[in-house]
C-alpha cells in the first residue's frame, strides 16, 4: 500500500462566473498501482481515476482509492 496527497487546481464556471479552485485529497494505492505510485516525482503532474471512501468507521474523512495513474506529457 501507498499513500500520498493530490493537489488539484483548476478554474471553473458557475453561475456564469469564473472562479479559482483547489484541493487537496488523500489517496492510496494497492498492489501493482502501489509500487508506481511509490516510485512518482513529488509534484507530477497525473490524470487518476478510483472512488472516495471514508478513511475509516471513526473518521468519515474522505480518501481517494486509486484505480488508475497516468503520468502526463512533460513531467
Request: glycine share 6%.
Amino acid at each position: 500500500m501507498a499513500s500520498c496527497v493530490l493537489a488539484h487546481e483548476s478554474k471553473q464556471v458557475e453561475a456564469g462566473l469564473t472562479r479559482e479552485v483547489s484541493v487537496e485529497v488523500q489517496a492510496v494505492a494497492l498492489g501493482d498501482l502501489a509500487a508506481v505510485l511509490a516510485v512518482a516525482v513529488p509534484g507530477s503532474a497525473l490524470r487518476a481515476t478510483g472512488f472516495l471512501a471514508a478513511k475509516s468507521l471513526r473518521s468519515r474523512t474522505p480518501v481517494l482509492h486509486l484505480n488508475t495513474i497516468e503520468f502526463l506529457e512533460g513531467n
